[in-house]
C-alpha cells in the first residue's frame, strides 16, 4: 500500500511563508511525476506546480515568482515553499505522485488527503 501524507500547513498573516511537506511511504519503485494541487471553497482543484524525477519544474501563472517546489528523490519526499502568500492562496492543498510499485508496473496517481493553508489580510 502506498500512502502521500502532508504537512505544513496552516494560519499565516499575508506575505508570510510556509513549507509544505509530503512523504511517500509503502510499496514503492519509482516516483515519476510529483505535483501540489489546491481546491478553495466553491472552486475546482487547480494544479499549483509539478517537479519531475530529474527536478524540472512548472508552476501556474498565479505562483509563478513566490513558490518553489522540490523534492528529495532518497526521501521519496515532496516540498512546496510558499512565500508572498496571498488570501487567495487560501485553500487545501493536495499532493500528488504517480507511483509504480514494482519494476514492471505501470505507475498509478496517488493523493495526499490534503493540509489546509488559511491565509489572513
Known amino acids: 500500500q502506498v500512502q502521500l501524507v502532508e504537512s505544513g500547513g496552516g494560519l499565516v498573516q499575508a506575505g508570510g511563508s510556509l513549507r509544505l511537506s509530503c512523504a511517500a511511504s509503502?510499496?514503492?519503485?519509482?516516483?515519476?511525476?510529483m505535483r501540489w494541487y489546491r481546491q478553495a471553497p466553491g472552486n475546482q482543484r487547480e494544479l499549483v506546480a509539478t517537479?519531475?524525477?530529474?527536478?524540472?519544474?512548472n508552476y501556474a501563472d498565479s505562483v509563478k515568482g513566490r513558490f518553489t517546489v522540490s523534492r528529495d528523490n532518497a526521501k521519496n519526499t515532496v516540498y512546496l515553499q510558499m512565500n508572498s502568500l496571498k488570501p487567495e492562496d487560501t485553500a487545501v492543498y493536495y499532493c500528488n505522485a504517480a507511483i509504480s510499485e514494482r519494476y514492471y508496473s505501470v505507475s498509478r496517481t496517488y493523493w495526499g488527503q490534503g493540509t489546509q493553508v488559511t491565509v489572513s489580510s
Open positions: 517537479v519531475t524525477r530529474v527536478g524540472s519544474t
Open positions: 509503502g510499496s514503492i519503485f519509482r516516483i515519476n511525476d
